[in-house]
């Protein structure tokens, strides 16, 4: 029988740089995505206040709001593959002392 006295997994310095570049973008695009839903949902509402063409503005602001937040959407998740990759790369390897 085995038995496990200890197990060592620590980041090097670039890794724990990444890993937190990889939290502080997250935080960073949660932000912005929230900031972009709040001016969207303002410029949707504003859109067609004074206009003879209000319905037209609405749809517009609309359509021009989940376009910007799609692009937002996407930019997260290509730079979250990208750092994710980092991150995942950047561990070291787990050694674990195995005393028989």
């Known amino acids: 029988m085995a038995v496990v006295r200890r197990e ?3 980041r090097t310095l670039m890794g724990k740089i990444f ?3 990889f939290i502080a973008f997250n935080i960073l695009m949660l932000i912005f995505f929230l900031k972009g839903c709040a001016v969207a949902s303002e410029g949707i509402t504003n859109a067609g ?3 003879e063409y ?3 503005a609405t749809a517009g602001a ?3 709001a989940g376009l910007a937040m799609g692009s937002l959407l996407f930019m997260w998740l290509v730079g979250d593959v ?3 990759l980092f991150v995942l790369f950047t ?3 787990k050694i674990i002392e195995v005393e028989e």
Do not use: H, P, V, W
Request: aromatic fraction near 4%.
């Open 91 to 93: 561990r070291r390897k």
């Open 82 to 84: 990208i750092l994710g």
């Open 62 to 64: 609309t359509i021009g």
């Open 8 to 10: 060592i997994s620590d």
């Open 49 to 51: 206040l004074e206009s």
């Open 54 to 56: 209000a319905d037209a």
């Open 19 to 21: 890993k937190y570049l």
